[in-house]
């Protein structure tokens, strides 16, 4: 029986706190020279992300490098605005771990601040028992280190755990280690996997609206 449930946060329980698309809409919204706020974008997200980089570090050298014509508190309230959550992919979560049966656990990349305003926005307290991410790991997905200390830390059994992710590259390096996968690309397609590994309350009728903690 699976015994643990891990969910990847953007793209699968809610939307991407801040991808290329987010970025675009940034760039566009406040007149950012595109191709030198995603280079440094790119320079500065792995520091970020691992834990190592505060949000306000990370502003002042991805976008307040120069004089803006926005103060920097209109810029977080724009970044933090981009996360939207996925109320069936929550409640599908919700209805799992309401049976008591398996124990939940969310497994994703993510700087600390962002991370902590989409665990209150999303409601995923009440659901999940732990919040293995990136800025607490060290690492970030796919890096192997990533996978290696999360997975310890949960003290999973590869055996008797599954993984759902968005992006495939973040199912190779946790699937080479026994762990099973589901590839998240719909609700349907999520339940319908976790069904077929036998996890409960992974139903067609579990509820589709999500509550806050």
């Known amino acids: 029986m699976i015994e643990l449930v891990l969910f990847d946060v953007g793209g699968v329980l809610g939307t991407n706190g801040w991808d290329t698309a987010e970025r675009e809409a940034a760039a566009a919204r406040f007149g950012l020279e595109y191709e030198s706020f995603e280079r440094r974008h790119d320079e500065a997200v792995q520091?970020?992300?691992?834990?190592?980089?505060t949000m306000d570090d990370y502003l002042d050298f991805v976008v307040f490098n120069a004089p803006r014509a926005f103060t920097r508190e209109e810029f977080r309230a724009f970044m933090f605005a981009q996360s939207r959550p996925a109320p069936e992919m929550i409640a599908l979560a919700r209805s799992i771990a309401a049976t008591g049966r398996h124990r939940l656990m969310v497994m994703n990349n993510e700087s600390a601040e962002l991370n902590a305003a989409r665990i209150e926005q999303f409601?995923?307290?009440?659901?999940?028992?732990?919040?293995?991410?990136?800025?607490?790991?060290?690492f970030r997905k796919p890096h192997e280190g990533f996978y290696d200390r999360a997975l310890a830390i949960a003290n999973a059994n590869p055996a008797t755990t599954v993984f759902i992710d968005d992006r495939e590259v973040n199912l190779e390096p946790v699937r080479a280690r026994g762990v099973h996968?589901?590839?998240?690309?719909?609700?349907?397609?999520?339940?319908?996997?976790?069904?077929?590994?036998?996890?409960?309350?992974?139903?067609?009728?579990a509820t589709s609206s999500s509550h806050s903690d």
């Open 47 to 53: 520091t970020w992300e691992s834990g190592h980089m």
């Open 123 to 138: 409601g995923l307290r009440s659901i999940f028992s732990a919040f293995l991410s990136s800025c607490y790991i060290g």
């Open 181 to 205: 996968t589901v590839h998240a690309s719909g609700v349907d397609v999520v339940r319908d996997a976790l069904a077929a590994l036998g996890v409960t309350g992974a139903t067609a009728d």
